[in-house]
């Protein structure tokens, strides 16, 4: 009788420990499960290095590695690229963190199919502005599938991308979906040196004045690791 192994193997391109950096986990050591490959080119993007390459690791190889950097089972978050493009793999991985006790993170665009996501598992949608050059790749059905543990993320770069996210917020009653609604400065994708905000494309002081001013039901949010870290350092 001929037995059929199916092996889940997923293109990684790294995972390592840091800190949580934009979310209202931000502050938490978390470890990271960065998928290689994403179907968008946002214009600020500045995870290009996960486009190519990486490495072909199975279920249990990232689990071990994973338990190896967490040993006390906390914080997981799988991101890229687009995680989802390898959902095949990932779903059961992330089936697999969260039977050995994790807290698990999604981070994902939103433009595949989120309905075999885990419900346990915390999704983090940014939903692309149109200055990022991917305006309107959120798949809308996807709002069906958030829960209110969820969080939504608009990263901005101007005025622009502030009234499209304000208005998107608005039309899909997002503050009464999920558990926050975040709105970030974009950083520029060169940036280096200066642990500042001077690296932003969008003044955080600025789009702070927007928001009170117009009493947004949103929380801004700043990339922290940007602000701990040099900005051009990647694993962190
Ligand atoms: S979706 Fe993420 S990884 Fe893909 S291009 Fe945009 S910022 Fe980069």
Redesign the pocket.
């Known amino acids: 009788m001929l037995v059929e192994c199916f092996a889940a193997f997923m293109q990684i391109t790294e995972i390592y420990k840091s800190l949580q950096g934009e979310s209202t986990y931000a502050g938490l050591p978390c470890v990271f499960v960065r998928l290689t490959g ?5 214009s ?5 290095y ?2 190519q390459g990486g490495h072909k690791m199975s279920i249990e190889e990232v689990c071990h590695e994973v338990a190896h950097l967490s040993p006390q089972r906390a914080l997981v978050e799988i991101t ?3 995680p989802m493009l390898q959902e095949r793999e990932v779903v059961p991985l992330m089936c697999r963190l969260l039977d050995e006790g994790y807290r698990v993170l999604l ?1 994902t ?1 939103g ?1 595949r199919p989120l309905e075999q996501v885990p419900a346990a598992v915390i999704k983090i949608v ?1 939903v ?1 502005c149109p200055d ?1 050059g ?1 305006g309107y790749t959120f798949r809308l059905e996807n709002l069906e599938t958030l829960i209110p543990h969820d969080e939504i993320k608009f ?1 901005l770069s101007g005025r622009a991308d502030y009234e499209f996210a304000r208005e998107f917020a608005d039309r899909h009653r997002l503050r009464e979906r999920v558990n926050a609604v975040l709105f970030s400065p974009a950083f520029r994708k060169d940036a280096a040196g200066a642990r500042d905000s001077s690296h932003c494309l969008l003044d955080p002081q600025l789009l702070a004045q927007w928001m009170i001013e117009d009493d947004v039901p949103a929380r801004l949010g700043l990339q922290l690791h940007k602000f701990i870290w040099d900005p051009a350092v990647k694993g962190v």
């Open positions: 994403c179907n968008l080119r946002c600020w993007c500045d995870s290009e996960t486009f890229g690229g687009e981070e665009s433009e940014d692309k990022s991917e990263v």
